[in-house]
């Protein structure tokens, strides 16, 4: 078996990890970030982010902010350092559930409201026959997407 350097190690680890992390609603970029700031622990600017990923500063500016509004990455201060430094969360798996519930959550509960509109909306006495069926399903379709919500909540309450 060939021998890996760290960098080839490193990255491996990275690869395989941000798929995992993709699944997470992150871009490609977003996940192969986090991974890879998850795996190294420092503090790093987005110079050596940039540098480490190979994409421009831009790029990481654009996910290093996604990141920090899922509370996935935190800004820190170092003595010295006057560039702004980003860290990965620790808390893995309590940092990615609780942000992938409240999209649940969110996701969930706007759409059942949005249905509730179309819902009231619909003067059911004036519904044409082969809509009265289309109406009656929209009361299980909102039912599920409350299911969906109690779900989300009732996992968050128990984390």
Not at 81 to 103: G, I, W
Request: charged share 25%; hydrophobic share 40%; aromatic share 10%.
């Amino acid at each position: 078996m060939m021998e890996q350097t760290n960098d080839q190690l490193t990255n491996k680890i990275v690869t395989e990890f941000a798929k995992t992390i993709e699944l997470f609603d992150l871009t490609p970029l977003e996940a192969r970030l986090f991974a890879y700031l998850y795996l190294i622990e420092n503090p790093m600017t987005l110079d050596e982010m940039s540098e480490a990923i190979g994409k421009s500063k831009t790029s990481m500016s654009t996910s290093i902010r996604s990141l920090l509004d899922l509370k996935l990455v935190t800004r820190v201060w170092k003595k010295g350092v006057r560039k702004d430094l980003y860290q990965a969360n620790a808390q893995l798996f309590k940092t990615f559930m609780n942000s992938y519930t409240n999209k649940w959550i969110d996701a969930a509960n706007h759409q059942r409201s949005s249905l509730g509109e179309i819902q009231k909306s619909l003067d059911i006495t004036s519904l044409d026959d082969d809509l009265l069926p289309i109406y009656n399903r929209l009361s299980t379709i909102m039912d599920f997407h409350k299911k969906i919500e109690t779900f989300f909540l009732d996992m968050k309450k128990n984390d």
